[in-house]
């Protein structure tokens, strides 16, 4: 997450589907990926970035020649701390992995979750994405100049909508665009869905004003004229997009999400060493890389305790960020 306001937020604590395969980097066997019975749980629904994350690692490892017949298995609820709980209960179950990202470490803040992410052990940072601000193609507001001049006059009146609980990515990106605006956060109508899946069918159907979510979550839907795309949240305009950052529409502050793996607690160092191995291994993967630039996801890796490092700032960050915009 890269927030950076006139509030200086969070400082140096941030500073931090798939194609046919095409290059393969060897057998599991001969890398020592395999992990038989290996499940990807995916803390949200389908259809989410967390979701499609998975789906797309568990896809490029097989292809890649990695490992085989990897699961991915949904299990949403409570902003992605229902699946949580579960990982934090499979002690020492090195064959189970979660799929997650920003969106947990708020939902933890939010839900007063008992368990954290540092009752997890830390894999791997895989990703950083941009979030995107999106209306439905009848919408009335053609650019983002419009839609933030009709959220001024009645914040209330103009829900927004977002794949995350409070505290997540698509929660504390449009509180940072109103806080820009001049808008009081506590005075957006947010309303949250549990994954971008979830949270499409109300912007096509106009239940919300606007959408925020993840650049590649929508990119079908932007593409065939589904959805209309105001903006990027991030410092530089995507490639393959035509849409201004909210610094180039007036707006004085940016925003990334990011995305990575945890497993259960009580591994053994075996354990832990051959899925942060296997991750590795498909991270260096022609197949991985294809994907990423398929995804409009920005490379962001970094593994074991330096990502553990990493999850423990985020944490720290989050909490100020809510207390500071008052939420």
């Given at each position: 997450?890269?927030?950076r306001?006139?509030?200086?937020?969070?400082g140096?604590?941030?500073?931090?589907?798939?194609?046919?395969?095409?290059?393969?980097?060897?057998?599991?066997a001969?890398?020592?990926?395999?992990?038989?019975?290996?499940?990807?749980?995916?803390?949200?629904?389908?259809?989410?970035g967390?979701d499609?994350?998975?789906?797309?690692?568990?896809k490029?490892?097989?292809?890649?020649?990695?490992?085989?017949?990897?699961?991915?298995?949904?299990l949403?609820?409570?902003?992605?701390?229902v699946?949580?709980?579960?990982?934090?209960?499979?002690?020492?179950?090195?064959?189970?992995?979660?799929?997650?990202?920003?969106?947990?470490?708020?939902?933890?803040?939010?839900?007063k979750?008992?368990?954290?992410?540092?009752?997890?052990?830390?894999?791997?940072?895989?990703?950083?994405?941009?979030?995107?601000?999106?209306?439905?193609?009848d919408?009335?507001?053609?650019?983002?100049?419009q839609?933030?001049?009709?959220?001024?006059?009645?914040p209330?009146?103009?829900?927004?909508?977002?794949?995350?609980?409070?505290?997540?990515?698509?929660h504390?990106?449009?509180?940072?665009?109103?806080?820009?605006?001049?808008?009081?956060?506590?005075?957006?109508n947010?309303?949250?869905f549990?994954?971008?899946?979830?949270?499409?069918?109300?912007?096509?159907?106009?239940?919300?004003?606007?959408?925020?979510?993840?650049?590649?979550?929508?990119?079908?839907?932007?593409?065939?004229?589904?959805?209309?795309?105001?903006?990027?949240?991030?410092?530089?305009?995507?490639?393959?997009?035509d849409?201004?950052?909210?610094?180039?529409?007036g707006?004085?502050?940016?925003?990334?999400?990011?995305?990575?793996?945890v497993?259960?607690p009580?591994?053994?160092?075996?354990?832990?060493?051959?899925l942060?191995?296997?991750?590795?291994k498909?991270?260096?993967?022609?197949?991985?890389?294809?994907?990423m630039?398929?995804?409009?996801?920005?490379?962001?890796?970094?593994?074991g305790?330096?990502?553990?490092?990493?999850?423990?700032?985020?944490?720290?960050?989050?909490?100020?960020?809510?207390?500071?915009?008052?939420?």
């Amino acid at each position: 997450m890269r927030m950076r306001t006139p509030i200086a937020l969070l400082g140096a604590a941030l500073l931090v589907l798939v194609g046919p395969p095409l290059l393969t980097t060897g057998s599991g066997a001969e890398t020592g990926t395999q992990i038989p019975g290996l499940r990807f749980m995916v803390p949200n629904t389908p259809g989410g970035g967390y979701d499609i994350t998975a789906r797309t690692a568990a896809k490029n490892a097989e292809d890649a020649g990695l490992t085989h017949n990897i699961e991915v298995f949904n299990l949403p609820g409570a902003g992605g701390t229902v699946g949580l709980a579960r990982l934090v209960g499979e002690h020492g179950n090195g064959k189970l992995a979660m799929s997650m990202g920003l969106g947990v470490v708020g939902a933890v803040h939010t839900n007063k979750s008992p368990k954290t992410l540092a009752d997890t052990t830390p894999i791997a940072r895989l990703t950083e994405e941009q979030d995107i601000v999106v209306v439905s193609k009848d919408s009335p507001y053609k650019s983002i100049g419009q839609l933030i001049a009709a959220w001024k006059k009645d914040p209330g009146k103009l829900p927004v909508g977002g794949g995350s609980s409070p505290g997540g990515p698509d929660h504390l990106a449009p509180m940072l665009m109103a806080r820009a605006a001049g808008i009081a956060p506590k005075s957006v109508n947010y309303i949250p869905f549990d994954g971008g899946g979830e949270l499409l069918a109300s912007i096509l159907g106009n239940k919300v004003a606007f959408g925020v979510s993840g650049v590649g979550e929508y990119l079908d839907q932007i593409k065939s004229g589904e959805l209309r795309l105001l903006a990027v949240t991030g410092p530089k305009r995507v490639p393959g997009l035509d849409a201004p950052t909210l610094r180039e529409a007036g707006l004085d502050t940016e925003f990334t999400n990011w995305r990575g793996i945890v497993a259960p607690p009580g591994l053994s160092d075996g354990e832990r060493d051959k899925l942060i191995g296997l991750v590795t291994k498909l991270h260096d993967s022609q197949e991985w890389r294809d994907s990423m630039k398929k995804n409009g996801w920005d490379d962001a890796f970094l593994t074991g305790d330096r990502f553990g490092d990493f999850l423990e700032a985020q944490d720290e960050s989050v909490d100020q960020v809510l207390k500071e915009l008052g939420l």
